[in-house]
């Protein structure tokens, strides 16, 4: 009965803040920003937080745009609850991934769950985390040490459907530049070697890969030079892929699979070729079911159910992957927009700022509040979430079912 009482104040608590949650999460969505750039975001939102109790720190992980808001436990044993708030929108769509309701919900859970549960129970913080959409904000914040003890660390993302459950792919990032010869391409092309011969190559052995991959891994890539004019045999032909992969051993193994195709078919065209790895890659998801489901029979208590069973989903990959690695981490959808409706899409970011971003803000915070009431008040819940986690880090990961990046 305590819990629910306490449950029932941090609702009210969100009820109380919801014109000042939505205003700053339109203030976001008129006013994207793009990955490392979320300077006003960032500030609105930690200052937001600074208002309602919490210690601020900005600019933490050498990052200028994350920060950590912190509200101290009174004991050092005291258990610690986390919310991640990301804020970054899309190059040219804006919010359509809807980070400015993610940014809120999380901000609004922590703000209710800190001035209804005394420090005296436990701490609570908010980390603004930048850059997930490309970026990997998360990434550098875990190798800086700002996902430990802490007790469950939590986000909510909208959807195109409702499921406590979500799970990513580990990822990383290649680009192959390759290089030939320019010439006249109907005077003297004998006396050219032709880059984007190389860069298509590496296409086809790659398409011819991906039928031998394990379930699971996947490959996909873009072209993003091809050459100046048809008259002149490119010197120079570039391309950008993903590769995924349901653990982080099987993503070393693809990468170099991949890696050996572009470098075979530069052979084979007579160019050379130039492998680049972005240094920021994503870790799959650790999902807790024990964590997920205290916040699926939340969302039920507010009327929202998942549906059953869940159709078959797409596989992506978010930073929050990294920051699962370290602490019991959930990553659960809303549903915002109907299931044909696709994420980075413009009808994607009109919902995020319309009527059903809001309603989708208000049940996410309340949700999220609530399963940081029976982390930080019922022990034998926090200890299944525990127990689960240091479990899991002993088996081999499951598949992933959702996307993201």
Known sequence: MELEHIKSAVSGYIDKEAPSLWSLSLELHRH???????????????????????GIEMGVADLPTAFRAKRTAKGASKPVVSFMAEYDALPGLGHACGHNVIAMASAGAGAALANTVGPETGGVQVLGTPAEEGGGGKVIMAKKGFFRRIDANMMMHPSG?????????A????????????????????????????VLAAFNVISALR?????????HGVITEGGEAPNIIPEKAAAWFYV??????????????????ARGAARSTGTRVRVDKNPITYAPMRVNGELASLFRRNLESLGIFEPDPLPPLAMGSSDVGNA???????HPEIQMVSPDTSAHTRAFAEAAGGTAGKRTLFLGAKALAMTGVDILLDKKARDRVKQEFRIEGRRPASRPRT???
């Open 211 to 219: 039928q031998h991959l394990p379930p699971g891994d996947k490959v």
């Open 244 to 261: 995924r992969s349901e653990t982080e051993k099987g993503l070393e193994d693809i990468l170099q699979r991949v890696i050996n195709c």
């Open 324 to 330: 699962s690695q370290n602490v019991p981490t959930i």
């Open 161 to 169: 459907e409702t499921r406590a459950m979500v799970n990513f792919l």
């Open 171 to 198: 990822l990383a990032e290649l680009r192959f530049c390759f290089y030939g010869k320019a010439s006249h391409a109907s005077a003297a092309p004998e006396k050219g070697i032709n880059a984007l011969d190389g």
């Open 403 to 405: 996307a993201e990046k």
């Open 32 to 54: 994207p920003e793009v990955a490392f750039q979320e300077k006003r975001a960032s500030a609105a939102v930690a200052r937001y937080l600074e208002e309602r109790g919490f």
